[in-house]
């Protein structure tokens, strides 16, 4: 089960430089609620090292792998880095984010949310070290630095920071005009 394999992916990490453990959504299908967000990045985050050809050991169940998954190509076209110099205007990312299922909120204090305020942008990444504070001049990243979601206040400074979808189906604004 999931947390036999969890527990067999932490003890091969001691023998084995690289392993990775895909969990299951442990929904049954046709099941109406969704999976647990967090759940759904773990997921994420380990489809996409796949994607990028990880060579390492992958612990899983036998039901999370047979899960259909967007394709490689669809996964890799939404992942994205930012880093500071990047021209990347704040509404086109708060606009990407918003189609990859992260939530606007008035504060970030969990992951999956992003706000913005003036020339600030805050986005809780999850799978990361936190969340992430990007600081913009006109359409051009200036600075990436973590914050504390308790206090707001600005830790260390951060080189980049890597964008994956939240959920495993990725709808785009124009996907329901090509259904036609």
Do not use: C, N
């Amino acid at each position: 089960d999931g947390e036999e394999a969890e527990e067999l992916a932490a003890g091969l990490g001691s023998f084995v430089d690289d392993t990775s453990f895909l969990p299951d959504w442990e929904l049954l299908p046709y099941e109406i609620h969704s999976p647990e967000r967090q759940t759904s990045a773990d997921r994420l985050e380990v489809l996409h090292r796949l994607a990028g050809g990880f060579q390492g050991v992958l612990v899983t169940t036998p039901a999370a792998v047979s899960r259909k998954t967007m394709p490689k190509r669809i996964l890799l076209d939404h992942v994205f880095q930012i880093k500071p110099e990047l021209e990347l205007p704040p509404e086109d990312l708060a606009g990407r984010l918003s189609t990859l299922g992260y939530r606007r909120a008035p504060l970030v204090e969990s992951p999956g949310e992003f706000a913005r305020r003036g020339g600030l942008l805050d986005l809780y990444p999850p799978g990361g070290e936190g969340p992430v504070r990007i600081d913009y001049f006109g359409d051009h990243v200036e600075s990436l630095r973590g914050f504390d979601t308790d206090t707001q206040r600005t830790k260390e400074g951060l080189e980049s920071v890597m964008i994956l979808p939240l959920r495993e189906v990725v709808i785009e604004a124009e996907a329901p005009s090509r259904l036609l």
